[in-house]
């Protein structure tokens, strides 16, 4: 079974403060996340990523997290701003077979960062 | 500069009538992917290039039909469109696949199709 999942469909954060996106996946053999942001009537952009032989990959703002016991990973962004309000999507490279290269999207968590 | 480029951004067709969707890259990549997204939903793969090998996803409708007559190019066909089939159609692409398929896919901006 590969799964990707983001349990929250909505996430308010005040702007300066913490935005923190949560995602969870259910196959083990996932060796690999991937963050993308998409704004309306565009196509996802990549974001951030990490290996599962990290637990931190953090680029200016962002930050992921992985908990590979809980089969867990966050997305931190600080602080947050205005235009960083749009749909996040985690995703994982499917394994096994012929999997290789299709990504499996969670169904996003779509952030609003107001003033 | 766009490197993946979907023509047109909107599309509207008729119930039954076929569609073609149109997709190009700059990236020179191996790989080319189509995703159907619907409101609130994941994108959900329906079929990807590796170069000239075709790859259909298991759930993928008959409906649905691609071709790829070269690196850069890659089009969707719909051969006979009904009112489940109005979504957003995400192309992708990326270097490769196996070690390869650690790299970020890259995607255009969507073709955003209705139907009548």
């Known amino acids: 079974d590969q799964q990707v999942k983001q349990n929250s469909p909505s996430l308010s954060v005040q702007e300066g403060r913490i935005s923190i996106l949560n995602c969870d996946y259910t196959n083990s053999m996932f060796d690999y996340f991937l963050w993308y942001k998409k704004y309306p009537a565009e196509g996802p952009t990549f974001l951030i990523s990490?290996?599962?032989?990290?637990d931190k990959n953090e680029d200016g703002r962002f930050t992921v997290f992985l908990n590979k016991s809980a089969k867990h990973l966050s997305l931190h962004i600080v602080p947050s701003q205005p235009g960083d309000s749009a749909v996040y999507f985690c995703a994982a490279p499917g394994r096994g077979g012929n999997q290789g290269g299709k990504l499996i999207f969670g169904q996003g968590t779509e952030l609003s960062v107001k003033p | 500069d766009a490197m993946v480029i979907q023509n047109p951004r909107y599309q509207v067709t008729q119930f039954g009538k076929p569609v073609t969707l149109s997709c190009s890259q700059t990236?020179?990549?191996?790989?080319m992917y189509w995703y159907q997204q619907k409101s609130s939903q994941a994108p959900k793969l329906l079929f990807h290039?590796?170069?000239?090998?075709?790859?259909n996803e298991a759930d993928t409708p008959d409906n649905f039909q691609s071709r790829r007559p070269n690196t850069s190019f890659c089009f969707l066909d719909i051969r006979s469109p009904g009112l489940g089939d109005a979504a957003m159609y995400l192309c992708?692409?990326?270097?490769?696949?196996?070690?390869?398929?650690?790299?970020?896919?890259?995607f255009g901006d969507g073709t955003r199709l209705s139907i009548l």
């Open positions: 992708a692409t990326s270097r490769g696949r196996g070690a390869d398929s650690n790299q970020p896919q890259h």
């Open positions: 990490i290996s599962s032989i990290k």
């Open positions: 990236l020179n990549h191996n790989v």
């Open positions: 290039y590796y170069d000239k090998d075709f790859n």
